[in-house]
DNA sequence: GTCCACG
DNA sequence: CGTGGACAACGCGGC
DNA sequence: GCCGCG
């Protein structure tokens, strides 16, 4: 079977491999899925360096994280060469258009990692992330505690912060910034902040990297503002039983929003037909750090 | 999902 | 010619 | 340097 997409043929195979063995979903409808929701994905992957995380064989059997691009991936396929801290060169792919979706997806992915910076700026971040997880199972609350706290402290700043799920187990506070500042300046300058938020907070907050220190605190990792880190795509489907998807949310929705998958491939395009763009205005909303 | 050494 | 097995990430914090 | 973590 052949796709044909921004001029270019991609050959889809085993179309009917089931990739999610509980809801018996296919190869077939992942691909289905990227292209109905790559309209709305490439606003937010588009010109950035991505991660693959494959499972050629599903979800029941094991997957890999993907970076260097292989020769055997099209030579339309955009790579971005970076140099790692050790120094070595690395090939890493770039999102430009929707045929860049489909063929990763053929290839077996199912998530989207993207970095925090785009490809002509890679040193400098073009968006703040924090990531919240229930420190325990059935904990979303605190998780929404957590992100309502660090909305006020980005508003107080003159910023303009969104909210979306991960469709894994939290959320994601994302700030657009102007590209200004390297991976390290800025992860210096969150960490104070936050710094001061946790004593304001000391028994719901920690900057604990290690679990079984965080004694029920939600964790507010900041560790994603670092070269060549990443977080979840909008819209990624994640490697879990249900198809979950990372879900841009607006803030008012959030009180209502129980847990980190609601929103899945069997109710996205049902949301989407009803709702307008939570992220719209995201990007005209890059402002300067006052660092 | 692709490659390739090996039978 | 067919196929089993190898392969496919990395940066940070803290000890 | 290595481990835990994401
Ligand atoms: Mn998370
Ligand atoms: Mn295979």
Redesign the pocket.
């Known amino acids: 079977m052949k796709q044909k997409i921004n001029g270019r043929t991609i050959?889809?195979?085993?179309p009917h491999?089931v990739f999610y063995p509980n809801a018996n979903i296919t190869?077939g409808e992942i691909l289905n899925y990227y292209n109905r929701i790559a309209e709305y994905m490439l606003p937010h992957i588009r010109n950035r360096l991505v991660?693959m995380q494959?499972f050629?064989?599903g979800i029941g059997k094991?997957g890999?994280?993907?970076?260097?691009?292989?020769?055997?991936f099209p030579e339309w396929l955009q790579r971005k060469t970076?140099?790692?801290?050790?120094g070595?060169k690395?090939d890493i792919a770039v999102v430009n258009k929707k045929a860049d979706i489909i063929y990763m997806a053929?290839?077996?992915v199912i998530t989207f990692?993207i970095w925090l910076s785009q490809k002509d700026n890679i040193e400098k971040p073009d968006k703040l992330i924090f990531?919240l997880?229930p420190p325990k199972k059935g904990e979303f609350s605190e998780v929404k505690f957590a992100a309502y706290k660090l909305r006020d402290l980005f508003q107080d700043m003159g910023l303009i912060p969104y909210v979306m799920t991960t469709g894994s187990k939290g959320v994601h506070v994302v700030t657009p910034i102007k590209p200004e500042y390297d991976?390290?300046i800025i992860?210096?300058y969150v960490?104070d902040i936050l710094t001061e938020l946790v004593k304001k907070y000391p028994d719901r907050f920690t900057?604990?990297?290690?679990?079984?220190?965080?004694q029920g605190r939600v964790?507010l990792?900041y560790?994603?503002?670092?070269?060549?880190?990443?977080?979840v795509a909008p819209y990624s489907l994640r490697p879990i039983e249900g198809a979950p998807i990372a879900t841009l949310l607006e803030w008012e929705e959030l009180p209502y929003i129980e847990n980190s998958q609601k929103y899945h491939m069997k109710n996205i395009f049902k949301r989407l037909s009803q709702k307008k763009d939570p992220w719209k205005e995201f990007k005209l909303h890059r402002k300067s750090l006052d660092i």
């Open positions: 050959e889809i195979s085993n491999k190869k991660v494959r050629p064989e094991e890999f994280y993907h970076k260097q691009v292989p020769d055997y970076v140099t790692l801290r050790k070595e690395q053929e290839k077996g990692h990531d997880d991976f390290d992860r210096q960490r900057l604990e990297p290690r679990k079984d220190e965080r964790f990792d560790l994603r503002h670092a070269f060549g880190q990443t977080s």
